[in-house]
């Protein structure tokens, strides 16, 4: 490998960042603003793939991701040709790949995935809205940044509605494909969606849906299987999540989610999607060990096959091995009746082989014993099952019993609980003379006495009940506080008890007085929810909130000079400029502050969400080391020119090679040495464009006069 360009284009090479699937990736810097970008270049070389088909990939990626401007796409900033070189600036990301995250953990927890979810789905959102569809949806082409930003990257095989390229090839990677893209079908965004639902599979359950020892087996489970249920390869996994991930991974796609918000919904609200777990069945031990044996030879590789191979997939012709959904679909042991019927027809089958007369022949003979002993076998197999079957019904059974004896226990505790509770309050004796002594003979001894035998009335228990005095249940004393069970979707929130009471969901608020109290739940991300509850004495009443999402905008700031602190409505970022900042949709005041510079200020229009708004104003010298006296008499800054600048009207909006002066004209402008291509703009009236260069020590004079619209 050579070493890399000092330069391409206007931008300065720093340094390499890896090899991408059409060329080198660099990390640059753009000199004019002091911008850090990355620079993916294409190189002709690539094995199996025509120069001109490669060009095409090539500008439909600058093409397809520079129409989306949303903070969870890469933004692309320029895009060019230098010497056969071809290349595309990109927005520069510091972070590491959702694939990277899977491989170092395997699992991800909920939360994270929901985060992870609600960033994916709005960025594809935002794409489908403009026709574009990803067709490689995977974890290597998902960013995540250090402040849990996340990154839909590389659009190389986007395309507006198309499935195949014009040689009738199918782009994408094999595992996270769409049963309609290996069909070669024609593609909406429910495509990115169903690759985005593999994803998912993957970061809950650790392993991917649709695995094999080679692409033909892989494609022909998209096609054909249904994966085995996450909740079915780990029972911990919550009901309602598997079946999300299950209705995402629909092999129709009417029948799986129409866009990412729908998807997302169902994600964040998972606990109460779903099937109760006690319908779900157990998968078999063996079905999942052969899924984790097929995942260790997955593939993340971008990969082109034929579109005419895969349409032939569905058409019946199926691999050799089934793999682990068709083993799933067997039931693990047969029913007792037709273990019976099996094992009685072997039984004959051994008993006649028995009857008959030895063939002299020794081959003869060795055959006959190789029969019976495989027909002992089966035996014996069978057998087993039987036995095993036998076993998991009875310990059923077992379990029923103990069961029904643990109700029926309950239900005579509470029986008697409730006389007790009834019994009637004692009451003294009528008299206290003893009874006669005949009363007091046992029904024994008066049998004994009269020959007779005398059965015991039922008069007896109630004579016993009236002389032995109840002993009265105390009364449990009055209530006089409630508690509020307060929980969260997401978990985690701030929770506000009338102002006073402090928690995190989810929070048990006790001790509260009954009436009315206000809860206040707050999260970052989140808008605040506030509720107003009545909390009755002796009783904990749940309250539960799920959070709705900020509607979040995008700052893309720059200045010349770079490097200015970005402070947004009076509070400092700790950014600095250029940088792109995630914001909350409304109206908000931008302040660009650097040493030695005036403040650039801009107050933003409503944003509304999902809305990038641009500020790059061109820095002024002043403050601090400012002489206010050449100021006021025209003077220019040391080492610097001066633009005087007018228009006729006047107030017109001046900007120079991309940034926007802080004034408008008239307006003086002290600039460093150099050419500027300068911008005038005022509603109603048509832009101007004007060349200057700047002299150091000079001043250049530029008057337009603006013709009207």
Not at 494 to 515: E, H, I, M
Not at 530 to 557: C, D, F, N, Y
Request: proline share 7%.
């Amino acid at each position: 490998m050579g070493t890399s360009p000092q330069k391409i284009g206007r931008y300065e090479i720093v340094g390499e960042l890896g090899k991408g699937a059409m060329g080198l990736v660099y990390k640059a810097l753009d000199p004019m603003i002091g911008r850090t970008v990355a620079m993916k270049t294409m190189r002709m070389d690539v094995h199996g793939m025509e120069s001109d088909e490669m060009l095409k990939r090539f500008q439909n990626e600058a093409r397809a991701a520079g129409v989306l401007n949303h903070a969870n796409i890469v933004t692309i900033y320029d895009a060019g040709e230098q010497d056969g070189l071809f290349y595309i600036a990109m927005e520069f990301i510091e972070g590491v790949t959702l694939h990277s995250e899977i491989t170092q953990n395997r699992v991800l927890p909920v939360e994270q995935i929901i985060d992870v979810s609600r960033q994916v789905c709005a960025g594809l959102d935002v794409a489908h809205s403009h026709g574009v569809v990803h067709r490689d949806v995977k974890p290597a082409n998902i960013m995540i940044t250090p402040d849990k930003t996340v990154k839909i990257m590389d659009f190389g095989i986007a395309k507006a509605g198309g499935g195949l390229t014009s040689a009738g090839q199918v782009l994408g990677t094999p595992n996270y494909m769409s049963p309609e893209q290996v069909k070669g079908r024609t593609l909406d965004g429910r495509s990115d969606l169903f690759s985005f639902g593999v994803i998912l599979y993957e970061m809950v359950t650790g392993e991917k849906p649709f695995t094999g020892q080679n692409v033909t087996t892989i494609i022909y489970k998209i096609v054909n299987e249904n994966p085995i249920p996450p909740r079915e390869l780990d029972v911990t996994i919550h009901p309602g999540l598997s079946a999300v991930i299950t209705r995402a991974l629909a092999k129709s796609p009417d029948e799986r989610y129409q866009n990412g918000a729908e998807l997302l919904r169902d994600l964040v609200n998972y606990k109460s999607f779903g099937a109760s777990p006690d319908t779900t069945s157990v998968m078999s031990a063996g079905a999942g060990a052969a899924a984790s044996a097929l995942n260790a030879n997955a593939s993340d590789k971008t990969v082109v096959f034929d579109s005419g191979a895969m349409q032939k997939m569905g058409s019946g012709s199926q691999p050799a091995a089934s793999g682990p959904a068709a083993a799933a679909a067997k039931p693990a042991v047969a029913p007792l009746q037709a273990i019976d019927s099996t094992v009685d027809m072997a039984r004959k089958k051994v008993a006649a082989a028995a009857k008959a007369r030895a063939p002299k022949d020794p081959k003869m003979l060795l055959m006959l014993g190789g029969g019976i002993l495989a027909v002992l076998l089966v035996i014996g197999g069978i057998g087993w099952a039987r036995h095993r079957s036998s076993q998991q019904q009875a310990a059923q059974a077992e379990q029923q019993r103990t069961e029904a004896q643990q109700r029926t226990e309950t239900q005579q505790k509470q029986q008697i609980e409730q006389q007790v509770q009834n019994a009637p309050a004692p009451t003294a004796p009528a008299s206290t003379t003893p009874p006669p002594a005949d009363a007091q003979k046992t029904p024994a001894a008066a049998a004994a006495k009269t020959g007779k035998t005398t059965t015991p009335a039922k008069t007896t228990t109630t004579q016993a009940k009236s002389t032995t005095p109840a002993t009265p249940t105390p009364a449990a004393p009055a209530a006089t506080t409630g508690e509020l069970q307060i929980t969260s979707n997401p978990a985690g929130a701030q929770v506000q008890v009338d102002s006073s009471l402090q928690g995190t969901s989810p929070f048990n608020a006790k001790s509260l007085t009954p009436g009315q109290h206000t809860v206040v739940i707050s999260k970052t991300g989140y808008q605040s929810a506030t509720r107003v509850i009545e909390v009755a004495a002796g009783k904990s009443t749940p309250l539960a909130v799920t959070l709705a999402v900020v509607p979040m905008a995008t700052l893309s700031l720059a200045s010349q000079p770079a490097g200015a602190s970005i402070l947004v409505d009076e509070k400092d970022t700790g950014k600095v400029t250029p940088a792109q900042l995630p914001i909350e949709a409304g109206e908000h005041k931008l302040i660009l502050r650097k040493q030695g510079f005036k403040d650039a200020t801009m107050n933003t229009p409503r944003l509304a969400a999902g809305q990038t708004f641009n500020f790059a104003p061109l820095l002024q010298a002043g403050k601090e080391g400012d002489n206010p006296f050449k100021r006021l008499f025209g003077g220019i800054p040391e080492g610097k020119g001066m633009a005087n600048l007018k228009t006729t009207p006047k107030g017109a909006q001046v900007s120079m090679n991309g940034f926007t002066a802080p004034n408008r004209t008239p307006a003086k402008l002290p600039l460093d040495p150099g050419s500027y291509e300068i911008t005038f703009k005022l509603d109603g009236y048509k832009p101007a464009t004007k060349s200057v260069t700047v002299e150091k020590g000079k001043t250049a004079d530029i008057q337009v006069t603006l013709e009207k619209q």
